[in-house]
């Protein structure tokens, strides 16, 4: 049983590095709230001084504001839609025993590791490329028009590309949750004839249920500031550019900070309304 004098011991030893966090926490934050009350020019003079909220006003009553959170929405849904369920029958395949088990699962979590920034380029560049690319090539050899991805299915490429990115993320904890399934009830629903749909629709799916609660959490906290995957590969057009990256391009073309920092914390209070709606709706299945 721990003592009093070990417990204010623990907490010592604990403060550093919780100091350390609050103030890698705080500190960007505190300085994100006061520039967004400022007009701060940085190549026109610096500091303009206290404008209120003109920047709220600003960036709020900009046309491009709305469209940029729908879009940020549909990317985020997208892919945790095709992650999830992916993830699912992925985990599901690699919890057979097959030659080559190890190496299948590796290669199969690898493009988790891949810099966002290089595998959209490969996307880009190999996979859709209109004259060029693998799927063009695919599209002449059955005597199709090869299609320009990132204009013409700008949005659904962009949700193609991220899933790919996070589908071995997903797999990797609905894996784990697979396989701590306890493989006596299935094969007792086996042998009392339940097909293989009944048996995923009313035991493995429940199980996997805190796992995909998990998976969407995490990944809708990383979802909601996806930047460099648009950056390199629409810039922003083509209805694709979502509420950080217009953040980026209203600092970019006003060089104005504070413009910018107020479209940062709408980006946070996005981020929050998502969070605790997700806690509401997901959340209580990792009290189960």
Do not use: C
Not at 121 to 134: A, R, S, T
Request: proline share 4%; charged share 10%; no cysteine.
């Amino acid at each position: 049983m721990a003592t009093q004098h070990s417990r204010s011991a623990a907490r010592l030893m604990l403060a550093p590095a919780v100091i350390l966090l609050l103030g890698w926490m705080l500190v960007p934050l505190t300085m994100t709230l006061w520039f967004s009350f400022r007009q701060y020019l940085p190549l026109r003079g610096g500091d303009q001084g206290f404008v209120g909220f003109d920047n709220y006003v600003r960036f709020f009553t900009s046309s491009a504001f709305w469209p940029s959170i729908l879009t940020t929405l549909i990317i985020v849904g997208g892919v945790l839609v095709i992650t999830v369920v992916l993830g699912i029958v992925l985990a599901l395949l690699l919890d057979q025993p097959m030659w080559g088990q190890g190496v299948v699962r590796i290669l199969v979590i690898a493009p988790f590791f891949v810099m966002p920034t290089v595998s959209a380029l490969v996307w880009k560049n190999i996979f859709m490329d209109p004259v060029n690319g693998l799927f063009a090539h695919l599209w002449r050899l059955f005597g199709a028009t090869p299609v320009e991805w990132l204009s013409q299915a700008s949005l659904q490429s962009i949700v193609l590309i991220v899933s790919w990115q996070w589908l071995p993320f997903a797999t990797l904890i609905l894996l784990t949750a697979v396989q701590s399934l306890d493989s006596e009830q299935l094969e007792a629903a086996e042998m009392d004839g339940a097909p293989f749909l009944k048996r995923f629709w009313f035991i493995i799916l429940p199980h996997l249920s805190r796992a995909i609660t998990i998976v969407i959490l995490i990944q809708t906290i990383f979802l909601l500031s996806i930047f460099a995957e648009i950056f390199v590969t629409t810039g922003g057009a083509f209805g694709t550019r979502t509420l950080t990256y217009l953040i980026f391009q209203r600092v970019l073309e006003s060089q104005n900070v504070g413009l910018g920092s107020a479209g940062g914390v709408y980006a946070i209070i996005l981020a929050n309304i998502v969070a605790i709606f997700l806690m509401r709706i997901v959340g209580k299945n990792l009290d189960a």
